[in-house]
């Protein structure tokens, strides 16, 4: 089972604007990460929260995470069709190890 | 190339027989993790190690997966007796540190598994 859900499972936005992605988890974890993940390319690194953080920047990505509500969201701002690709969140859970979960992604098409 | 490598990138094999994959991680990376991947879907985590010691296996994971990571360096996972259900993407991961809080993963090309 996947411990993320992603939100929503795709989106088409026009080259120029803002796309947000959500993600909700179910357990209690370490931290929150975002991948992203290009039509037949690995999978890339983005940005990591920790569990004591609200929020992060880096570059265009704007990252929150809100362990009340079990929720993450990510923001590209200004985005280019360089940006199409999948988004997956992934949680290390806090189990004493270092499991980490992905979710099913956000398939985010960016219209040039 | 210091990124992390897999071997092959790509393997077709007959339902019943044994396949063997290689990952060979980020040299002073202590973390290796192994995930399969099937289309549409987020990577399935499947087992990871610190050092040599494997600390996690998926419940998901039948008997028929092994994996090992003899000195702490690179890893095989084996799949034996492959089922057509096995078809997926196999990617492998490797991150630096000992920091629970810090955990950010550098992932492999992946190795392409078909099961006819």
């Known amino acids: 089972s996947q411990q993320g859900e992603e939100d929503p499972q795709a989106l088409s936005i026009q080259e120029g604007e803002n796309a947000t992605m959500n993600c909700s988890y179910k357990?209690?974890?370490?931290?929150l990460q975002w991948y992203r993940q290009n039509s037949g390319r690995g999978l890339v690194h983005l940005i990591l929260?920790?569990?004591?953080?609200r929020e992060k920047h880096s570059g265009r990505l704007r990252v929150t995470l809100d362990t009340s509500k079990k929720s993450s969201s990510l923001l590209i701002t200004a985005s280019r069709a360089a940006d199409t690709a999948s988004y997956f969140c992934a949680t290390d859970l806090n189990t004493g190890g270092f499991k980490t979960i992905f979710g099913a992604g956000t398939r985010l098409f960016v219209k040039a | 190339d210091t990124g992390v490598s897999q071997d092959p990138r790509h393997k077709i094999t007959k339902r019943g027989q044994n396949v063997t994959f290689r990952c060979d991680p980020i040299s002073e990376h202590n973390r290796l993790y192994w995930y399969r991947q099937t289309l549409g879907q987020g990577p399935e985590f499947l087992t990871y190690?610190?050092?040599?010691?494997?600390?996690?296996k998926s419940r998901l994971l039948s008997d028929r997966f092994s994996a090992e990571r003899p000195k702490g360096s690179f890893s095989t996972l084996e799949i034996q007796r492959t089922e057509q259900g096995d078809s997926a993407m196999y990617l492998c991961a490797s991150s630096l540190g000992w920091d629970f809080l810090y955990n950010e993963q550098f992932f492999g090309p992946g190795t392409r598994l078909t099961v006819l």
């Open positions: 190690f610190q050092n040599e010691a494997q600390l996690e």
């Open positions: 929260i920790r569990s004591n953080e």
């Open positions: 357990t209690s974890i370490n931290n």
